[in-house]
């Protein structure tokens, strides 16, 4: 985390401010992220000179910065990743400092003290009390401090979702307005999707919109209808959040990714990084689960799909428009970083019009990309958002990272396994692995440890796997069925990995939660 660029982002969104421009070396290049002890390529800094301009306020006409871009926002989102990146960048460091103390009698002390004023908890008193013998336990203490930061990162993240009330009233009201009774989003498992909703999307967790990540966002059609029959059921049973009879669709989304600066390394390796194949699977994936529902119970006018493609460089996405009918083109998108550039020194009122003026033209576009006319209305309204939305976070992007990430490849903290923290959404902080069991899930838990064979497992350091899954406490038994899928799910994954777990290099951390978001998440005794 860039936290110069962070502070002087914070600084800006107080008022009008003057941005000193020059080239500057890029934060954390040809280093490795967040003390991790992972290797990050070195990427080529931007040149080209910046004089120094005004920053305005948003929505002020002359500013050479975009008019729509919410700042203030922008500054609470800097903070928020400044702190939960700042955990984890913490734990090498101070591990090492430790690693590097005296063994006398009073070294469990001096380590306890080192990490109360640099991480901020205890370390586990039964790892330092044996430390006399051959030295501290590294591996079990970094596992200790990676499950640590996360426990408080979504403590942090659980307190901001409960001063978000108005936001995500809103955020339901919008979508209502705009004909959604649910939104259901799959992106990619790949951690640096992990902000989609928060950071690139803009948009609060609410009760009717949710995120399930699957690699190569192949999500699983068969649970996706349930959850549209179980969806469709409470609308007719309670009329919650809408009624049967409103009128209003069921949306189904797909996010795929790529890497505008290495397309063929760094983008979806569930697809080869091969960016066509990961947009036509996405496309067939949608129109299975359009066709499913219609095929069941022949409703199909009642869903709408979407694609949206994120440049995870950079943050931008590509929304590939419906048509009239709903139905999606590979070639038939707004592509938001170019719409960013054309906008950014209109006004506001101009820069808003840009937006539809763009959803316009792609929709109308001949050739391959060809549509049976414009989306409906409220789908219209929905992408305008999404693309408005997102123009924060180009900026957000540019403004601490000078446009382009430092960390284009895999850098996550840890391996999130079955139901996911959907509270904690940040680039980059967990490789998510969505299954019930590890037999179905085998591909997807491969992949992730894969990752941390090059991020953490070569330099000694092992891989964290978090187990979580939830609960619903108005179920009798509900917990206590988690609680043992955790501890099935531990073992099967010791199992399948057995020389990395006799090393220590695989530790699993087990917790359940109530359904509501925002619940507390309860730790499973091993």
Request: hydrophobic share 40%; proline share 4%.
């Amino acid at each position: 985390m860039n936290t110069r660029n962070a502070h002087a982002l914070r600084v800006r969104s107080a008022g009008p401010q003057r941005r000193t421009a020059g080239p500057q070396q890029r934060p954390g290049a040809g280093v490795a992220p967040y003390g991790l002890g992972t290797a990050t390529a070195a990427l080529p800094v931007r040149q080209e000179a910046r004089t120094e301009v005004p920053v305005a306020a948003a929505g002020n006409t002359g500013s050479t910065r975009h008019p729509l871009v919410d700042r203030a926002g922008n500054a609470r989102l800097a903070r928020c990743e400044e702190a939960v990146k700042g955990r984890f960048e913490a734990i090498a460091p101070t591990l090492k400092a430790i690693a590097g103390l005296p063994r006398g009698g009073d070294f469990a002390a001096r380590a306890q003290a080192l990490a109360g004023e640099q991480l901020g908890y205890a370390l586990p008193d039964r790892v330092l009390d044996d430390a006399w013998v051959a030295g501290p336990d590294i591996k079990a203490l970094y596992a200790h401090c990676a499950f640590s930061a996360l426990k408080s990162s979504a403590t942090q993240f659980a307190q901001d979702l409960k001063n978000q009330v108005e936001a995500v009233q809103d955020t339901r009201n919008f979508f209502l307005d705009c004909g959604f009774h649910a939104v259901d989003i799959s992106p990619c498992a790949d951690g640096r999707l992990k902000g989609l909703s928060r950071y690139i999307l803009r948009l609060p967790l609410t009760s009717f919109s949710w995120r399930k990540a699957y690699a190569g966002a192949l999500f699983d059609v068969e649970t996706d209808v349930r959850h549209w029959v179980a969806t469709e059921l409470r609308r007719f049973r309670e009329g919650v959040p809408s009624t049967a009879d409103s009128g209003t669709r069921y949306l189904k989304v797909a996010v795929y990714h790529t890497s505008s600066s290495d397309p063929c390394h760094e983008g979806c390796a569930a697809h080869g990084s091969n960016e066509h194949k990961a947009i036509e699977a996405a496309l067939e994936r949608l129109g299975q689960f359009r066709q499913a529902i219609e095929n069941a119970f022949c409703c199909g006018a009642s869903t709408d799909i979407l694609l949206i493609g994120v440049d995870t460089d950079t943050d931008a996405i590509k929304v590939h428009l419906p048509d009239a009918n709903g139905d999606l083109s590979a070639h038939r998108w707004v592509d938001n970083a170019q719409l960013y550039r054309d906008s950014a020194g209109m006004s506001a009122d101009q820069a808003r019009l840009a937006v539809h003026e763009a959803i316009r033209q792609a929709s109308a576009k001949g050739g391959w990309g060809s549509g049976q006319g414009e989306p409906h209305d409220g789908m219209r309204r929905l992408i305008a958002n999404l693309l408005i939305n997102n123009l924060s976070q180009i900026e957000y992007v540019d403004d601490l990272y000078d446009g382009r990430y430092p960390d284009i490849g895999h850098a996550e903290r840890f391996i999130s396994v079955g139901d996911g923290f959907e509270e904690v959404q940040m680039r980059n902080v967990a490789y998510y692995a969505h299954l019930h069991t590890l037999e179905e899930g085998a591909a997807d838990m491969d992949v992730g440890i894969k990752i941390f064979q090059g991020l953490n497992v070569q330099h000694g350091l092992p891989a964290p796997v978090a187990i979580h899954y939830r609960y619903d406490a108005r179920v009798p038994g509900s917990r206590e069925r988690m609680v043992a899928k955790c501890e099935r799910v531990r073992a099967a994954i010791e199992q399948r990995y057995p020389e990395l777990h006799a090393q220590g290099l695989l530790v699993c951390h087990l917790s359940v939660q109530d359904l509501p978001t925002g619940s507390l998440i309860e730790e499973v005794a091993s």
